[in-house]
């Protein structure tokens, strides 16, 4: 069978818009949070988010958008885009320079595209409202394609001439996750012989604050303990967004190119909890078993993993939950370092997963674990998992990466360093 591997990656993102400088933010710990205030609301409580800088994409027209000087796009690019469509653009730019690509590689019939968001609710609501208020009788002609949930796979593919499988994934925060799980089987069945895997997302109010009726959300103020996986005083989310983008190759291909490789996805998982529209189950049984059959995919035992990327996004619930999982699947053997880096970059929704696995990327190839930023109290429903504190410098045997979404969708990917 095809083995799957990561050929390059970029990222746009709130801890860094550039492989060095999250690497960087990640050894040091260093995280991407600013104080906002949303709708000029000051009694709005949420004011902490996951900023991407260097964008000014505030306005509804591509033409006032500021971005790096370093990407060069055309109208023909950016009319059809949201504002995560722009970031997801800069870092397909940076996966491809990585992998040693170039846009017409991606033509070859078996390059795919799978691609993840909810779409852009700050560009669809601004189109509806412009409807409403002509009475129907005109819109803009690329509103449908700029701001629905399938807007990145829509102009991506065209953007790039993509005549592979081209996709967009549904399920909230494993949304991306599924992407790169199913990108795997695409390879390991030989239908695709390399498949880019997409996330992004925006921090609009409109896509922010819905979270916050929820009560899902951080309304700590403090950007330097805002966000605490693990915590006892958790108290919410913070949430971000960028974009990042993997290059999954087969292995065989990446050879015949002389491309870089930073791990193998060695395998892969999926469960449903069957519990709750929105609440993890209590006792994580459907993460634990995605993490089960991840590990038996990857034909790898609890006691072979050495690091694990939590989902957790620092919900009272949702982590209580995963400590339990993760306490589950590894009490027969194994004790790894945990860490959530969204202590550092904040919870990315749909994109999350390919972030953390492109995060865990650079932890098997630069030889380091990730600390537990901002935890000072751990939960005692964490008693016996091994969180370190500080970053651990010393390369993991293989990685595990959690996710999980609405509905208790879960997913797991496992990472191995290649060649083995």
């Known amino acids: 069978m095809p083995r799957a591997v990561i050929t390059g990656i970029g990222f746009i993102t709130s801890i860094g818009n550039s492989r060095t400088d999250v690497l960087r933010s990640l050894r040091e710990l260093r995280h991407g949070f600013k104080t906002v205030e949303f709708l000029g609301n000051p009694r709005i409580p949420v004011r902490v988010v996951g900023a991407v800088e260097g964008f000014e994409t505030d306005s509804t027209n591509w033409r006032d958008w500021r971005y790096p000087e370093r990407y060069r796009f055309g109208p023909e690019a950016l009319r059809s885009v949201s504002p995560h469509g722009l970031y997801a653009l800069c870092a397909c730019e940076q996966a491809l320079e990585d992998a040693r690509l170039g846009a017409g590689d991606l033509a070859d019939g078996e390059t795919g595209l799978f691609c993840a968001s909810a779409g852009s609710p700050f560009l669809f609501y601004h189109y509806l409202r412009q409807q409403e208020e002509a009475r129907g009788e005109r819109g803009s002609p690329m509103g449908m394609v700029s701001s629905i949930a399938g807007t990145l796979n829509f102009n991506l593919a065209a953007h790039y001439h993509i005549r592979g499988a081209v996709c967009g994934f549904v399920s909230a925060c494993a949304s991306s996750s599924h992407a790169l799980g199913y990108a795997i089987d695409e390879i390991r069945l030989g239908r695709q012989r390399r498949v880019l895997v997409v996330g992004a997302e925006e921090t609009h109010a409109e896509t922010v604050l819905p979270f916050a009726a929820m009560r899902a959300l951080s309304v700590n103020p403090d950007p330097g303990s805002a966000s605490r996986p693990f915590d006892r005083r958790r108290d919410g989310f913070v949430s971000s967004g960028g974009a990042a983008v993997m290059v999954v190759e087969e292995a065989g291909l990446a050879a015949e190119r002389g491309a870089p490789v930073y791990a193998e996805l060695a395998g892969w998982g999926q469960a449903g909890d069957g519990h709750n529209v929105a609440l993890s189950h209590p006792e994580g049984s459907g993460l634990a078993q995605a993490m089960r059959r991840a590990l038996r995919d990857a034909a790898t035992p609890p006691d072979g993993i050495d690091y694990v990327n939590a989902h957790a996004?620092?919900?009272?619930?949702?982590?209580?939950?995963?400590?339990?999982?993760?306490?589950?699947?590894?009490?027969?053997?194994?004790?790894?370092a945990i860490s959530s880096t969204k202590a550092l970059t904040g919870h990315a929704l749909s994109m999350a997963g390919v972030l953390e696995a492109a995060i865990c990327a650079l932890a098997v190839r630069d030889g380091f674990v990730p600390g537990c930023a901002h935890l000072v109290e751990p939960d005692p429903a964490c008693d016996g998992l091994r969180l370190p504190l500080e970053t651990v410098e010393a390369r993991p045997r293989a990685v595990l990466n959690n996710s999980s979404g609405f509905g208790g969708s879960n997913v797991c990917h496992v990472l191995k360093p290649f060649p083995a």
């Open 313 to 336: 996004t620092s919900t009272p619930v949702g982590d209580r939950s995963e400590a339990a999982a993760l306490k589950a699947v590894f009490c027969a053997g194994g004790r790894p």
